[in-house]
């Protein structure tokens, strides 16, 4: 039976492209061969190739170690840290203290003045 790729936004595939390229020169600015480097990762130089150029089909596993061999897995550090967006959703969900009477005694007014 084939496999079944689901298709990618137009959007995601550029942006995988783009990570793709960034490998590719993070590896020639170490001056690693796509042998070397396939051979550290534990992938054949094909699918070195595919990640380097977008490909979605490639694992994050392979991703992972890739960055390990290129000495960039802190960067892994900083996917999604910052979830603005999903930390407002959050605060939207928090339920509020219900509105209503208020259980506290009422607020004594200032007595008059004695003169």
């Known amino acids: 039976m084939a496999k079944r790729t689901v298709p990618v936004f137009p959007k995601a595939q550029r942006q995988l492209e783009e990570l793709g390229e960034r ?6 600015r170490r001056r690693l061969t796509q042998a070397v ?6 992938v054949s130089k094909q699918t070195l190739a595919k990640l380097e150029a977008g490909t979605p089909s490639t694992s994050l596993a392979t991703l992972v170690r890739l960055l390990g061999v290129l000495g960039l897995a802190q960067d892994l550090d900083h996917l999604a840290a910052d979830d603005e ?8 969900d928090q339920k509020a203290p219900p509105r209503g009477k208020s259980k506290r005694p009422p ?9």
């Open 85 to 92: 967006l999903g930390r407002r959703l959050q605060d939207l």
């Open 23 to 28: 490998l590719r020169l993070a590896r020639l």
């Open 107 to 115: 607020i004594a007014s200032p007595s008059e003045p004695t003169t």
């Open 37 to 42: 480097v396939a051979a550290r990762v534990g």
